[in-house]
DNA sequence: TGATATAGTACAATAACGGTGCTATATTGA
DNA sequence: TCAATATAGCACCGTTATTGTACTATATCA
């Protein structure tokens, strides 16, 4: 209902954790859960993810774990989201049924219509790409 | 997947149409299901539900439909979502589980704790706060 | 070789979404 | 008064997504 999933939450977390830790030391998933009282299994789950994604690199075995891959500046919530969540949904034009106008998918990003539907589907994707990880991470002051 | 539903959709088309109206006329469900070529019944649905959370005025019978209660500029996105959606979930406090701090549902707005999670929840709604109709149904050019 | 840790996959319970149908009520106009 | 139109308020259901668990295979370290 217009919320990250709990799957994105736990990404956002480790990755967070990821990044306060550095780029020297690695954190294995049961540190990780252990840390935040959260289900190991799920964020075994999610971290392989990221890991096939590229946000992050493992290293398996025994004081093995997980580093991240990019520098928290470079990471931003859109791709993010996508890579643990699917593709955003980018509904069918809804004047496309009226006949005169077709766009879905990509053609969508150059979609002339203005109907409403694009323009919130447009403002919130342009929202999550500007979100970076490393203001969410540790940020500055929370601005509002 | 962190998009609207469907619903909001729809409801976004509707108010969007009748701000175009006007405040003098007024539009049926059929009327508007049948101009975007949309499905009259969940229409019917959502604009029920506009209705009892006041968005929009409604008049029965022959001749009757809906026309919109307030002005465009006043209706923001964060509101009309929970409205549509119901509230925008606001997960407990990850670090509640850690037994130092609890914070969840209200309490959460004003919860000094800054992980992640709440970050983004944050960031997510002070947006949609400062998405307004107005801008929606037929704003100045698309701007990015 | 054993302990640790990730990789990959499959599976299941629950909740949310998307959509339909029915009955009741109100208004207009013939 | 009667028929047509239109909203109000339910209740329901099939599909999909979310959430979480489990199992097996593989890699690394000591």
New interface residues.
């Given amino acids: 209902?217009?919320?990250?999933?709990?799957k994105?939450?736990y990404a956002?977390?480790a990755?967070?954790h990821l990044a306060a830790l550095g780029n020297e030391q690695v954190a294995s998933a049961r540190e990780i859960a252990g840390l935040?009282?959260?289900s190991q299994s799920l964020l075994m789950n999610v971290l392989k993810q990221l890991a096939s994604a590229g946000y992050v690199e493992s290293t398996r075995g025994s004081r093995g774990g997980y580093r991240l891959s990019r520098l928290p500046e470079e990471i931003n919530?859109a791709d993010l989201?996508t890579a643990i969540?699917?593709p955003?949904?980018q509904?069918d034009c809804?004047?496309g049924?009226?006949g005169d106008h077709q766009c879905s998918g990509s053609a969508m990003a150059s979609c002339p219509v203005?109907?409403?539907?694009h323009?919130?589907?447009?403002?919130?994707r342009?929202?999550?790409k500007n979100?970076t990880l490393a203001?969410?991470?540790?940020?500055p002051a929370?601005h509002?």
Avoid: C
């Fill in positions: 209902m217009l919320a990250v999933t709990k994105t939450e956002l977390v990755m967070a935040f009282g959260i919530l989201v969540e699917g955003l949904r509904s809804i004047l049924s009226m203005a109907d409403p539907v323009r919130v589907q447009r403002k919130l342009d929202f999550l979100v203001e969410i991470a540790q940020g929370l509002s």
